[in-house]
């Protein structure tokens, strides 16, 4: 005769079952979204350090400014736009791609709140996303995204892949497309965070992700003031 105890611990083993499968997912989890918010583990920049790394506050002055390789990339509107397009005023920058689910319109955001921080002052600095999905992010699908998200201010580039990376590499820019995929239903790891250029088109300053827009507003701020 059977005992009657012997469904209750087999439920017992079946809920720990359960409970250890929860637990790994959840670590996994924290785990990949830790990765996707990491930066690039390696910089093409590696000769600037950081003066005051126990104070560091997720941005990093770039001491000399860097100069950028010139590049050939299409906007929103399907117009040719290069590097000496960007002279004459400050430019924040950042990369994504607009199937992006969380960072990049988190990005995007804090460009609209920067810009609404500076009031007129504004008009001083040049706000751009670049595509790393040109194979998707054709100029008529950024200029849709944008226009969906209400995001006059943006100037939105595309274009080769190549060409985007040759732009990115001064700047520590790591992005990866999948090789081969049925469905355009895939997504592009890559850098988080924006760059800041001055009024030469040089890389003076990298922010982290997530940092407050009022600290890059306020950075901005004083250099408009000059």
Known sequence: M????????AAQLLYSIIAGL???????????????LRGPKTSAAEHFSVEGE??????????????L????????DGEAASLRDLRGRYTLLTFG???????????LNDFERV???????????AFV?????????????????????DMEGIIGLTGDEEAVREFGAPLGLSFEIPDSTSTDAYSVNHSAGSYLLDRQARWIKRYQFGLPPSRIATDLNALLKR
């Open 2 to 9: 059977k005992s009657k105890r012997e469904p209750g611990r």
């Open 22 to 36: 929860i637990i790994g997912i959840s670590a996994l989890t924290i785990y990949l979204v830790q990765e996707r």
């Open 54 to 67: 126990a104070n560091f506050d997720g941005a990093i002055p770039i001491q000399p400014p860097i100069e």
């Open 69 to 76: 390789p010139e590049f050939t990339l299409s906007n929103q």
């Open 97 to 107: 791609f607009t199937n992006c689910p969380d960072i990049c319109p988190l990005t």
């Open 115 to 125: 810009a609404d921080m500076l009031g007129d002052q504004a008009k001083g600095v």
């Open 129 to 149: 996303f670049v595509s790393v999905d040109g194979r998707r992010d054709t100029p008529a699908m950024l200029r849709d995204y944008l226009d969906f998200r």
